[in-house]
């Protein structure tokens, strides 16, 4: 089950029957199965909060994601700051709700095991990033 909730700013416009269709179907393409995800949508000054309580960092961020996975079994909480989401967006010249999308899976890429922190990994990230953002249009068709 995924569950979409916002705290101290409005939920973004996300079709939520779409996105956990495709989050299901990314999920599915690395040979796991979904468990229960909870998304929390906040603003720059809860995330900080977040990454200051949980994992000691001082900084803002778009996307922290706590993995409580079993076996095959994805399962997690994944905090995503809209504000940093429209600030990435507006500086690499994306479309919002792409942003949006992009941040939205890259929790889940590690919630199956991508890391984007190591050598070599940022690209393995962005490279599973956009496979997924191509199917979520696909699906779209």
């Known amino acids: 089950m995924i569950s979409?909730?916002?705290e101290g700013i409005a939920m973004p416009k996300i079709k939520k029957r779409e996105t956990t269709a495709w989050i299901k179907a990314v999920v599915a393409s690395y040979k796991r199965r979904l468990g229960d995800i909870g998304y929390m949508f906040v603003?720059?000054?809860k995330i900080l909060e977040v990454n200051r309580e949980y994992?000691?960092?001082d900084y803002y961020t778009d996307v922290i994601t706590f993995d409580y996975d079993e076996d095959d079994v994805v399962s997690g909480d994944i905090v995503i700051s809209l504000d940093t989401v429209r600030s990435n967006?507006?500086?690499f010249g994306k479309e919002y709700d792409d942003e949006l999308h992009r941040v939205i899976i890259?929790?889940?890429l590690h919630l199956c095991g991508i890391n984007?922190?190591?050598p070599?990994?940022?690209e393995i990230m962005e490279a599973a990033e956009?496979?997924?953002l191509a199917l979520l249009k696909e699906m779209k068709r």
């Open 130 to 132: 956009n496979k997924a």
């Open 55 to 57: 994992l000691g960092h």
């Open 89 to 91: 967006a507006e500086l």
């Open 120 to 122: 070599g990994e940022r």
């Open 106 to 108: 890259h929790g889940i």
């Open 116 to 118: 984007d922190k190591g």
């Open 4 to 6: 979409y909730d916002s």
């Open 43 to 45: 603003d720059d000054e």
